[in-house]
């Protein structure tokens, strides 16, 4: 069946750097835009940044604009997230999800695919 599988969460430093990772499995990633989400405990679930499929095209939510970088490997299917300069805002469940409609990705809707999410801790 199809599915996404994140990887990379971890526990880091204030001020470090993380690589997620967002595969796919049993579907090929190239025709989808490709969101990132976070949930931290007591907290709504929040777009991040998400990549459109057709052009590139970019978003960021203001609270990680400069910070996180998302690209798109298609040759691989996999798409990434890199986190630079975490903060202790930063830590929660990150998930990927997947968008076949070629709408502007940034408006987070028909999400068709989701992973089931990877962890990041940003502690001292």
């Known amino acids: 069946q199809e599915r996404l599988v994140e990887s990379g969460g971890d526990l880091v430093q204030p001020g470090g750097s993380l690589r997620l990772s967002c595969t796919a499995f049993e579907f090929t990633l190239r025709p989808y835009a490709v969101s990132w989400f976070r949930q931290a405990p007591g907290k709504e679930r929040e777009g991040v940044s998400c990549?459109?499929?057709?052009?590139?095209?970019?978003y960021y939510a203001d609270s990680v604009k400069g910070r996180f970088t998302i690209s798109k490997d298609d040759a691989k299917n996999t798409a990434y997230l890199q986190m630079n300069n975490l903060k202790p805002d930063d830590p929660a469940v990150y998930y990927c999800?997947?968008?076949?409609?070629?709408?502007?990705?940034?408006?987070?809707?028909?999400?068709?695919?989701w992973g089931r999410g990877t962890p990041v801790t940003v502690s001292s």
């Open positions: 999800a997947a968008d076949p409609t070629r709408l502007p990705c940034e408006r987070f809707e028909h999400l068709e695919i």
């Open positions: 990549i459109g499929a057709k052009d590139g095209r970019t």
